[in-house]
């Protein structure tokens, strides 16, 4: 079915596994884009994580939605050169291999631009192309803990804890569409021609980590765990009442004030020690442990509507559950039904980008493995003899 999103008239060649390089081109896929995705013979490695059923997974769905799927054998000669010449037509290649790899299959960034000029090509790694580094596989964490994601998060002197969500393959991924569509609107508005992007799973998490390097650059010392409070405001983090945590956030002097006249405790904002925000945050504990002494009265529910009656920024700590209850949640279509042919009626999140004249279709399942390989070397040009004997010869499947 034709695309009448923004990306329509974009061909995406998805050489990618797992999570980074596979959620970067759906995104682009939700946008429109024509997403081919290129397997190997036994399918991306995705498809056989927990909950498969035969070569279809949850996990491989969550990242694949939408595409067109086909196998090609990239270790053999002919192989490759059947992707090189679905990369003629192609806007955009997207890989996330080792560096190096693409390179040794013939199928890198210099070979495939001399066929293509025009072709923005995409590598996300684990340590990025170059460096002492480079070499090594990404896994994301790994890179949590390089990018010094893991040493902030959690407790002090509690165990390590990695982020709940796997911020350095996301990030990579959302890094990986914005360099995309900067590299297109700069070849389609200015020269014509593709080029290289390169990043990785450690940038991504170096990137994110804003806060922490202020604090580190601006002679905060070496930052460490928070729990839930902010490094440069307080009261910002979750806060105890009588029958669990919701989190409050006393952002700036203004929401402060109102925090302290509500709780009984005007005079807390005319302290010195709660002065503003460098004084609250040297306090934060302390000033913590004031709060919760009434919150810890009342039921979290009391609290939520209170806070929010006073335009206090406060919520729930929801679990997953709850998430996809909540009436926020369904208004925005962020859980989405798709229908699978072989797992039957999924549920996928939505997408977050919400466009006004070219909206984004995430409500289609991801391929089965070689689901289009012949329609796509159709178009490529193959003819049925050939496509036969192709796959004769396990080169596609």
């Not at 086909?70 to 291999?97: C, Q, Y």
Request: aromatic share 6%; net charge negative.
């Amino acid at each position: 079915m034709p695309s009448h999103g923004a990306l329509a008239d974009i061909r995406v060649l998805d050489v990618t596994q797992v999570m980074a390089g596979p959620y970067c081109a759906m995104l682009l896929c939700d946008m429109g884009a024509d997403v081919i995705k290129v397997e190997p013979p036994a399918g991306d490695s995705s498809r056989r994580m927990a909950g498969a059923s035969g070569a279809d997974s949850p996990s491989f769905n969550a990242v694949n939605r939408g595409k067109r799927g086909v196998v090609i054998d990239l270790k053999s000669a002919e192989g490759r050169g059947v992707l090189e010449r679905l990369a003629t037509s192609a806007d955009v290649l997207v890989e996330n291999f080792r560096p190096g790899v693409m390179a040794k299959l013939g199928l890198g960034y210099p070979r495939l631009a001399h066929l293509n000029p025009r072709l923005v090509y995409a590598s996300i790694s684990g340590y990025g192309q170059t460096g002492p580094k480079a070499s090594r596989g990404g896994f994301d964490l790994v890179a949590q803990g390089v990018s010094g994601i893991i040493s902030v998060t959690g407790e002090l002197g509690r165990a390590p804890v990695k982020a709940g969500v796997p911020i350095t393959d996301l990030g990579a991924a959302l890094f990986a569409v914005s360099g995309i569509l900067a590299a297109l609107h700069y070849r389609d508005a200015r020269t014509g021609r593709g080029q290289h992007i390169d990043t990785s799973l450690v940038e991504a998490g170096v990137a994110l980590s804003v806060w922490e390097a202020t604090e580190y650059f601006s002679d905060g010392g070496v930052p460490g765990p928070l729990g839930s409070a902010h490094r440069m405001s307080a009261p910002y983090q979750a806060i105890r009442c009588a029958d669990g945590h919701i989190t409050l956030g006393g952002a700036n002097d203004r929401i402060f004030r109102r925090v302290c006249d509500l709780l009984g405790h005007a005079s807390w904002a005319d302290d010195p020690d709660y002065a503003d925000d460098t004084a609250r945050v040297r306090n934060r504990a302390v000033l913590a442990r004031q709060i919760e002494a009434i919150t810890e009265t009342q039921s979290c529910r009391h609290w939520l509507d209170l806070f929010d009656a006073h335009d206090i920024p406060c919520g729930p700590i929801n679990d997953y559950a709850a998430v996809v209850r909540d009436p926020q949640i369904q208004a925005r279509e962020m859980v989405v039904e798709t229908e699978h042919p072989t797992l039957g009626t999924i549920k996928t999140l939505g997408s977050p980008i919400k466009l006004s004249e070219t909206p984004v279709t995430p409500a289609r399942p991801a391929p089965l493995l070689g689901q289009h390989t012949d329609a796509v070397l159709r178009e490529a040009g193959y003819d049925d003899a050939e496509i036969a004997r192709l796959r004769d010869a396990k080169v596609v499947k």
